[in-house]
């Protein structure tokens, strides 16, 4: 594909990053889980230099002392930097990719078109900033990603103690009236964010837990504090709560696993993220700096901010933290291809999130063989039936998922679990249920996340941290095992959600929507 030219309008990418799809004959499946809601939000900003960001204060440390993580390579400031095109990059995924906005990536780039990229194109990048974020740590990463420990925690019991809003809300959600705890949870699950994390920012931005005197904003937008932008409906407490989520893991994912390393306001202020911290501090700070000037942000992120409210609801979030989640010669047990001997089904998603864009790449698609009559819906139920890849018990079944729990304990949050979803009501296995490889887990269909055409998405998580399918940008300390099914090593390319391919041995598999190329047929 070099030098050949990528269309890029920005009416396309937000098509592409929500559905993903290639124009091609007899299309088959879309995306998986929610698409991303960040692609619209881009407020317009005059980008200033490093040198005019305020010194950050540095807080009053804690008595927590939580344990040290890998050492960071030190990041030089000031210096600019440039990025060649490759084939599939877009000005988004480029701007994302190195903290910085795409206001201020054009801004240094004068293109003659903004909707046009080449391979081989030079783009140039902002200046490293050269003043750091504090190095103070808010959260271990076990108190944002629901890991161990995570499940004791009672939602509804919490909340029921609450004299705010809280325990009298309830939104609707995929037409089922939830309570807030009902909510809460379901987010905690999908994303696989600390229910705990979730209920204290809802209290520091909104009060909902207790004031019960609230603004129409407050109940309507209680996270974002403000109408979300046009294109996007994130109304109510659910779509508030799975945003937030959303933007938790953008952070601590984006940091952990693809190399982000700056942070960047509306005013143009950029930062780089202190060496001394780790991921679950930085996916707070990152949530903290949306819809939040430089100055509230700095406030926010000391010890009389959220930390404060943090401690006050639920204590040192340090005390029995498992740390590292994920540890540093972590190997991925045997895994087979998630369907019966014999069958060939279709490669069609290369790694992607494993809940909504900004969870890990944890995941890719597969898509069965039923044979559809031309013109039928992309939305159906398989004949055919996904099955376990491992032995294990199956943890959670219910609204598209299955969790198969592979240290066989019934927790999904501890050691290694494997999300299946898409997974269609009727002929889905029960939890509880023991599995022996090759068991059947469900059919594939539309129900559960987003989808719009049938098929499995299948993902790895490892003490509830989504471990993605490849780790190419990764710090020697947070290597993770390679995405292997059946013999099938998973890989993708850097900044191109969905795209990849497959290989065992000499042999190749491309992920392809369509039915129609023969190097997405895989069998065994």
Not at 111 to 117: E, F, G, Q, T
Not at 434 to 446: E, M
Not at 495 to 515: D, V
């Amino acid at each position: 594909m070099s030098g050949k030219s990528i269309r890029l309008g920005l009416v396309i990418l937000l098509l592409g990053l929500a559905a993903c799809t290639r124009s091609q004959p007899q299309v088959i499946v879309i995306t998986a889980t929610f698409p991303s809601q960040e692609v619209a939000n881009l407020p317009a900003i005059t980008p200033q230099s490093p040198d005019q960001a305020t010194p950050m204060p540095q807080p009053v440390l804690p008595d927590a002392s939580p344990t040290p993580d890998p050492t960071r390579p030190a990041v030089a400031g000031g210096t600019a930097q440039q990025y060649v095109v490759q084939p599939g990059d877009t000005l988004y995924a480029i701007a994302q990719a190195n903290g910085t906005s795409l206001e201020s990536l054009l801004a240094v780039n004068p293109l003659a078109d903004p909707n046009i990229l080449s391979v081989g194109q030079v783009i140039n990048l902002p200046a490293p900033p050269s003043e750091e974020t504090v190095n103070f740590k808010l959260l271990p990463d076990n108190r944002l990603v629901r890991g161990p420990g995570s499940r004791a925690f009672d939602a509804a019991a919490f909340i029921s103690q609450q004299a705010g809003y809280i325990r009298t809300a309830t939104d609707l959600v995929d037409d089922q009236l939830l309570t807030a705890a009902e909510v809460v949870q379901r987010v905690s699950q999908e994303y696989s964010v600390d229910a705990r994390l979730l209920l204290a920012l809802l209290e520091y931005r909104a009060g909902w837990l207790s004031r019960l005197a609230l603004s129409d904003i407050e109940i309507i937008y209680p996270m974002e504090g403000e109408p979300s932008p046009p294109g996007f409906d994130r109304r109510g407490l659910y779509r508030q709560m799975a945003w937030t989520a959303n933007q938790l893991n953008l952070g601590y994912y984006g940091w952990r696993y693809r190399g982000l390393a700056n942070i960047e306001f509306e005013d143009g202020t950029r930062l780089r993220y202190a060496a001394g911290l780790n991921a679950g501090t930085v996916g707070v700070q990152y949530f903290l700096s949306r819809n939040t000037t430089y100055r509230d942000w700095v406030q926010q992120i000391s010890t009389d901010g959220f930390y404060r409210t943090y401690t006050t609801l639920f204590g040192n979030p340090f005390a029995g933290a498992v740390e590292p989640l994920v540890p540093p010669a972590l190997e991925q047990p045997l895994l087979v291809l998630p369907f019966a001997q014999g069958e060939t089904w279709f490669f069609t998603g290369g790694p992607h999130g494993g809940w909504g864009a900004g969870s890990a790449w944890s995941a890719v698609d597969f898509a069965p063989p039923d044979e559809r009559a031309a013109g039928s819906a992309a939305c159906y139920v398989s004949d055919y039936y996904t099955t376990a890849v491992a032995p294990g018990v199956v943890a959670r079944s219910g609204g598209g998922s299955v969790v198969l729990d592979l240290d066989m304990d019934g927790d999904e949050t501890t050691g290694w679990a494997v999300l299946y979803l898409h997974i269609a009501t009727e002929g889905r296995v029960a939890a509880g249920t023991v599995v022996n490889v090759g068991d059947r887990i469900g059919r594939p269909s539309c129900e559960g996340g987003f989808s719009n055409g049938t098929h499995m998405h299948i993902a790895r998580l490892y003490n509830g941290e989504w471990i993605p399918a490849q780790c190419d940008v990764c710090d020697a300390g947070y290597l993770t095992p390679p995405f292997v099914l059946g013999g099938w090593t998973m890989y993708g390319f850097t900044n191109q959600e969905y795209q990849g391919y497959m290989s065992n041995g000499r042999e190749r598999r491309n992920a392809e929507q369509g039915r129609l190329a023969p190097d997405n047929r895989v069998s065994w």
